[in-house]
């Protein structure tokens, strides 16, 4: 959409909404050199904040994190930015600034409805980059036997939520398989990687603080975990191998519920391979006591992932960003 004529600084080819979703990085090109089209020198790190700012968008969005912690928004400024430093169309005049060159004004004046990634990569400035990057793979794959030819991709998204969206990716399949194979062992394996996690999650002071109850005469509940050596605090825990497409209703807890009233305690945690109803879960929250959690196959196998119970780490990825105060006069 077309700005009316003004101010450089004020005017915009995009109208900003207060329900605004974050914009890709590469639709963020000429929002930056618009803001940057008066010439004036920006702090770098007050300058993603000023982009980002500016697009009036909802608190979630503005605050959303991505898993390795660094905030969405941001970052789509911020390379927004670097993709626009190596085509040249933005300099860095001094440590930890940046301005936009006469290349950047160009293009901005040449490209008013957008300035996309395929362009920049036609750019001296961004052939450049390419080449570099190529050859310091090669230099590494020359002296590890390792490493690819890497470039900069023309792509929706930036490369950390790439390798966001990757780690999420599979993290999904590890969780699927989990369940998997718990659903295939016998539901005492079930009941004793139950108490695992919940020790692994700190409670009981120590294994012999946990105690698998599962089998005939249980009472119905299959663990108990003493919260104390003395056992006056203590958690029973309940645990049902479900198939996927099954669910457990609210008939189910308030059997849990006896069985633990039945033990004279106050607190139990109901573990299930598949899901909870609506119904299981509003029974659950309205129990003034016993307190009971419920925790379903998707929470069971992100615990079992979180203090690695099944699961060992295979790789470590380190993925760094430049620190903008290191680099500041």
């Known amino acids: 959409m077309k700005a009316a004529a003004g101010n450089p600084r004020t005017s915009s080819i995009w109208t900003y909404s207060l329900a605004m979703t974050i914009p890709k990085f590469h639709e963020l090109f000429n929002k930056v050199l618009e803001d940057l089209s008066?010439?004036?020198?920006?702090?770098?790190?007050?300058?993603?904040?000023?982009?980002?700012d500016s697009l009036n968008l909802p608190e979630a969005e503005r605050s959303e994190k991505l898993g390795g912690g660094n905030n969405r928004a941001i970052s789509r400024a911020y390379f927004a930015c670097e993709y626009l430093f190596q085509a040249r169309a933005i300099a860095r005049p001094k440590r930890g600034h940046l301005q936009i060159t006469d290349f950047g004004q160009q293009i901005l004046a040449k490209y008013p409805e957008g300035i996309t990634v395929a362009f920049l990569k036609t750019t001296e400035g961004f052939k450049d980059w390419t080449r570099r990057?190529?050859?310091?793979?090669?230099?590494k794959k020359g002296k590890s036997g390792e490493g690819d030819s890497i470039e900069p991709i023309e792509s929706d998204i930036t490369p950390d939520e790439l390798i966001d969206a990757g780690v999420t990716r599979l993290r999904s399949?590890?969780?699927?398989?989990?369940?998997?194979?718990?659903?295939?062992?016998?539901?005492?394996?079930l009941e004793e990687v139950v108490l695992q996690v919940l020790h692994a999650m700190g409670y009981g002071e120590g294994e012999d603080d946990i105690?698998?109850?599962?089998?005939p005469g249980d009472g119905g509940v299959d663990g108990v975990i003493n919260q104390d050596k003395l056992g006056l605090d203590q958690v029973y825990v309940q645990a049902k191998r479900y198939k996927e497409e099954s669910s457990i209703g609210p008939e189910v807890i308030q059997s849990f519920v006896g069985a633990v009233h039945g033990k004279g305690a106050t607190r139990g945690v109901f573990i299930t391979t598949s899901r909870f109803t609506e119904g299981a879960r509003k029974f659950a929250a309205g129990l003034?006591?016993?307190r009971i959690v419920l925790v379903d196959g998707a929470q069971l196998a992100d615990l079992m992932l979180e203090h690695q119970i099944g699961v060992t780490v295979e790789n470590v990825y380190k993925v760094y960003k430049i620190d903008e105060n290191f680099f500041e006069d």
């Open 38 to 52: 008066d010439g004036q020198e920006w702090r770098a790190k007050d300058f993603y904040e000023h982009v980002i």
């Open 173 to 189: 399949i590890i969780v699927a398989d989990l369940l998997e194979r718990i659903r295939s062992e016998s539901p005492r394996f």
């Open 133 to 139: 990057t190529a050859e310091r793979a090669l230099d």
């Open 211 to 215: 105690a698998h109850l599962g089998g």
């Open 288 to 290: 003034p006591q016993p």
